[in-house]
């Protein structure tokens, strides 16, 4: 399949962040697929975790495609770059009007509500009043729930997977010791583009270990032979795989970001998180992965006790929070039989559907 490009909406005006400051400029990067129909109801929003971009057709295969489940001769699928993300969205390294500088540092925090405010006004410029399925995973799972709760009328169903109502402490915590690698790299306060890439590649070793589990690195990096001594296969991944993310992110994004998910708590001036959660109208489907680190189980229980219309899958994956993109096949599975059946309550049996 072609590649698809990545589109920009510009907005033209100030946008008001929930801190209170605001962006004189605003660009959102996002990709779109398949066609909206003539009754304006075959729209897919996919909000994306947080160093992924629009191109959901090149991150989620096997769930997103010509002969996947969300395939674009059905559906109008769209997914946004979220700000201060780098792939076309306002970020740490976007010029900042009032100095015609990057940002850097001087970057506004943002909050999840903030990601999905922006995606508000890309709605509205591609004239999409009704979102038929809004989904998304980790921080994506984030920014669906408070999207479903800021305009529950508009999103008719909603998936949520290895996510939650509020940013745990143990999550905080995983996200301030990444924080604090990137700040013991000198070269991230010399603004500059590639300010911190050590200590970035250092944040994305430390994310690795909360992303799978001791069960996942047993497997899949188990030294064959006994006589080693040093370069482990387990050493060269985590070096490998902050490599890859040095090549394609900044650490200025990677450190908002981190606290833009750390900002996460849909209860927030709205009496409380079940208050907040009660709010939500749409169809809902809550789905945890049993052995993930970072977003126990126990909090998409949690969504599934408090979110009214709403059904529960637990997928047992050997690869932690990884699984919601590896797992599609089930996924695939445990989402066709959640729209064959009566939601309210229910909890899918992944055993009968795989």
């Known amino acids: 399949m072609r590649k698809m490009d990545t589109e920009i909406f510009k907005y033209n005006g100030a946008f008001k962040l929930e801190s209170g400051k605001q962006l004189k400029e605003l660009q959102i990067g996002f990709h779109t697929y398949g066609t909206l129909n003539k009754n304006r109801d075959n729209v897919v929003w996919v909000c994306h975790a947080l160093t992924a971009n629009s191109d959901v057709f090149d991150w989620w295969k096997g769930l997103f495609g010509f002969n996947n489940y969300f395939n674009p001769d059905d559906y109008f699928i769209v997914c946004a ?3 201060g993300s780098p792939y076309g969205s306002t970020n740490p390294l976007s010029i900042n009007p009032a100095t015609n500088l990057p940002y850097y540092l001087s970057f506004p925090q943002l909050t999840v509500r903030d990601l999905v405010n ?37 999103i008719k169903n909603l998936i949520l997977i290895a996510t939650n109502a509020r940013h745990s402490p143990w999550g905080i915590a995983f996200n ?11 070269t991230f306060y010399s603004n500059a583009p590639d300010g911190g890439k050590k200590g970035l590649k250092a944040a994305r070793s430390i994310a690795l270990l909360s992303y799978r589990n001791y069960k996942t690195y047993s497997i899949t990096q188990h030294e064959e032979k006994d006589n080693h001594v ?75 006790r408090h979110i009214p219309k709403s059904a529960f899958a637990e997928l047992d994956s050997f690869y932690g929070h990884d699984g919601f993109l590896i797992e599609t096949e089930i996924l695939t599975n445990v989402i066709t039989s959640f729209f064959k059946t009566d939601v309210k309550g229910k909890i899918i049996d992944l055993q009968r559907t795989a």
């Open 81 to 83: 770059n979220i700000l």
């Open 118 to 154: 922006a995606h508000q006004l890309l709605a509205e410029h591609l004239q999409i009043k009704n979102i038929e399925i809004l989904l998304g995973g980790s921080l994506g799972g984030q920014q669906a729930i408070e999207w479903a709760i800021i305009e529950p009328e508009r």
């Open 176 to 186: 301030e010791s990444q924080r604090l690698a990137i700040s013991a790299d000198r």
């Open 230 to 304: 040093d370069n482990y296969k387990a050493s060269s991944y985590q070096n490998y795989q902050g490599e890859k993310l040095v090549a394609r992110f900044n650490a200025y994004s990677y450190w908002y970001l981190s606290k833009t998910m750390d900002s996460h708590n849909v209860g927030r001036n709205r009496h409380g998180i079940e208050k907040a959660l009660s709010l939500i109208k749409a169809r809902t489907l809550v789905i945890g992965i049993k052995s993930d680190l970072l977003f126990p189980i126990e909090e998409q229980q949690y969504l599934f």
